[in-house]
């Protein structure tokens, strides 16, 4: 019986982790200048980020939607000034999506809710403890 309130706790303390990441981020890009954007375009923005300028394929793939969907997303965030279409180098034929500089404030507010998160995570434990987490969560990382 511990097994499963082991598990149990461990999935209620990754619930109210993501729900102070989501709220943090929320909260963050809610004072910040995005109302022309959907919660669904900043996610694909925030995707576009940390695939570092993917090519519509490599976003179909991620995002799991269609090439032709994604292509009409593209075509929103770009008309919005948010996202431009860059030749690749490498083939001339292909097409990677940039964040230009009003989609790279997005970078900018996303690492300030990583940093406010550090900071809130970090206050309730002694340096020790936040040592055993860093390594806990790389570990986590690491093996998915």
């Known amino acids: 019986m511990s097994e499963f309130s082991g598990m149990d706790n461990l999935k209620t303390a ?10 943090s981020l929320y909260d963050t890009l809610n ?10 375009q900043l996610q694909y923005l925030r ?21 032709p ?24 034929r292909s097409l990677h999506l940039h964040l230009n500089t009003k989609g790279a ?8 809710v990583h940093t406010r998160l550090t900071e809130k995570i970090s206050d309730g434990l002694d340096e020790s403890e936040t040592a055993i987490l860093a390594s806990l969560l790389g570990k986590i990382v690491k093996n998915s």
């Open 14 to 23: 990754i619930k109210n982790l993501s729900d102070l990441i989501e709220q």
């Open 31 to 40: 004072h910040a200048d995005f109302d022309d954007l959907t919660q669904k």
């Open 47 to 67: 995707v576009i980020y940390r695939l570092r300028n993917p090519t519509i394929t490599e976003l179909s793939k991620e995002l799991r939607l269609t090439k």
């Open 69 to 92: 969907t994604v292509t009409v997303l593209a075509d929103k965030l770009v008309a919005k000034g948010y996202v431009k279409r860059v030749p690749s180098d490498k083939d001339r």
């Open 105 to 112: 404030r997005l970078k900018r507010l996303q690492d300030t």
